[in-house]
Nanobody, 124 residues
Framework: QGQLVESGGGSVQAGGSLRLSCAGS????????LAWFRQPPGKEREAVTV???????SYADSVKGRFTISKDNAKNTLYLQMNSLKPEDTAMYYC??????????????????WGQGTQVTVSS
């Protein structure tokens, strides 16, 4: 059975950087629609970015120019490079995967596979 496992979260000061990883096992997810979501404390889960099977990316306006999604096919791993972090980026971050196409990529209900989450805390 397939599994997604996030890592790389932690606590940083505003302006700092973190790189999150999402390792897939049991199945090759690299041809899937791959996304990162986040859930701030007391709020609903929201879409951050997606990497389509065709290589196209989309980003939430709040992270454009600061976050970058990428993948390593050989490692079956998805990444999220987060730079210039802000306190409002504080959240539990989740990776998600779904067979293509990446329609409605921002909708949590679309994704079939989810990781367990990794916490990111940004202090001012």
């Amino acid at each position: 059975q397939g599994q997604l496992v996030e890592s790389g979260g932690g606590s940083v000061q505003a302006g700092g950087s973190l790189r999150l990883s999402c390792a897939g096992s049991g199945y090759n997810y690299m041809s899937y629609c791959l996304a990162w979501f986040r859930q701030p404390p007391g709020k609903e889960r929201e879409a951050v970015t997606v990497l389509g099977s065709d290589g196209r990316t989309s980003y939430a306006d709040s992270v454009k120019g600061r976050f970058t999604i990428s993948k390593d096919n050989a490692k079956n791993t998805l990444y999220l490079q987060m730079n210039s972090l802000k306190p409002e980026d504080t959240a539990m971050y989740y990776c998600a995967a779904d067979p293509p196409p990446c329609s409605s990529w921002y909708d949590v209900r679309v994704y079939l596979y989810w990781g367990q989450g990794t916490q990111v805390t940004v202090s001012s």
